[in-house]
């Protein structure tokens, strides 16, 4: 059964930083893209960031580049993601993705979703 768990959501302050984890199981991941979508109320989810099975990284460029980084153990199954200069506007649930399908720069492309941790910054 695959499974992806978040880890290392909470509450910060504006400006602060948070890591998120996921770690996966339940198969390879090792040529499949895995990253992070976000949602609040109301919104559909939104991606985040994704690093393919190649190595390529790519952001969400109008709200998360140059503040965030994502990085990815191939042999441990897990993907992160560095999140740094938090604002407001980044409060929302946060949700590891994964599939085989390119870079997942939208929800129908993922496969796999995590639970979401939830992603507080208050102002």
């Known amino acids: 059964q695959v499974q992806l768990v978040e880890s290392g959501g909470g509450l910060v302050q504006a400006g602060g930083s948070l890591r998120l984890s996921c770690a996966a199981s339940g198969r390879r991941f090792s040529e499949y893209s895995m990253g992070w979508f976000r949602q609040t109320p109301g919104k559909e989810r939104e991606f985040v960031a994704v690093m393919t099975w190649t190595g390529i990284r790519r952001y969400n460029e109008d709200s998360v580049k140059g503040r965030f980084t994502i990085s990815r153990d191939y042999a441990k199954n897990t993907v992160s993601l560095e999140m740094n200069r938090l604002k407001s506007e980044d409060t929302a649930v946060y949700y590891c993705?994964?599939?085989?399908?390119?870079?997942?720069?939208?929800?129908?492309?993922?496969?796999?979703w995590g639970q979401g941790t939830q992603v507080t910054v208050s102002s």
């Open positions: 993705a994964a599939g085989d399908r390119g870079a997942l720069r939208t929800a129908d492309l993922v496969d796999y």
